[in-house]
């Protein structure tokens, strides 16, 4: 079974430009998450979808964080304008009631803004 | 919102040796992971255990539900097992069931 994939696995932008991140869950979970981790810290959740819609974005900065996810498959995770403290690992995770709710974590994306 | 805290900070041990690695929280809980973090960012699931006790090979874990609190054990630690040891909980009881991560452990074995 394949896990979750995520791209790009590096990205560096310099502040004020736009860059986003994309997410394909592991066949057939219907919940979908993405986490930011600072360095030296824990994942944080940003947002949370079951099949396509929303449910929780209450960590999710919306003034420049946007997040879809169309077909309640693949998710992509946009950030415009970026910060320099929008530097970190966005991880994408996914789950599924058969499987328990455990969550499945994909590599990562790490951004740099410089 | 929930609490979770994470005991000790940092750990550095001879290969062969054993540790325990602790995870406390503030409230009932409806799912707790043990993952391990590689060098390379990567999160391995460890454990799904929100009560009770699991073994893995040289892994086990056992969560007190009642207590508020899981231990993790790694015995005959190997040079491999190195990187960050994260307790991550979600206590929401519904459809919102993000997790929330303690700040982890960082293992390091010598050789």
């Known amino acids: 079974e394949a896990g979750v994939a995520q791209s790009p696995r590096y990205k560096i932008i310099e502040k004020r430009q736009s860059v986003a991140f994309w997410c394909n869950p592991i066949s057939g979970h219907a919940t979908l998450y993405w986490y930011q981790q600072i360095l030296g810290q824990g994942p944080k959740l940003l947002i949370q979808?079951?099949?396509?819609?929303?449910?929780?974005d209450s960590q999710l900065p919306k003034d420049r964080f946007s997040a879809e996810r169309l077909k309640g498959v693949d998710s992509t995770l946009k950030i415009q304008p970026a910060k320099l403290e929008d530097s970190a690992v966005y991880l994408c995770a996914s789950s599924s009631r058969q499987s328990g709710n455990i969550q499945y974590f994909g590599a990562g994306t790490r951004l740099s803004v410089l | 919102g929930i609490q979770v805290e994470q005991s000790p900070p940092d750990l550095i041990l001879q290969e062969g040796a054993n540790s325990t690695l602790r995870c406390n929280f503030s409230d009932s809980v409806n799912n707790l992971q043990w993952f391990h973090q590689n060098p390379w960012g990567q999160l391995i699931n460890l454990f799904y255990i929100p009560s009770g006790t699991k073994q893995n090979g040289r892994l086990s874990a056992t969560t007190v539900a009642t207590e508020r609190y899981s231990l993790l054990y790694i015995s005959s630690s190997q040079t491999t097992d190195s990187g960050v040891y994260f307790c991550?909980?979600?206590?929401?009881?519904?459809?919102?069931?993000?997790?929330?991560f303690g700040k982890g452990t960082h293992l390091i074995i010598q050789p």
């Open positions: 991550a909980v979600d206590h929401s009881g519904g459809g919102a069931d993000g997790l929330t």
């Open positions: 979808f079951q099949n396509n819609g929303v449910v929780d």
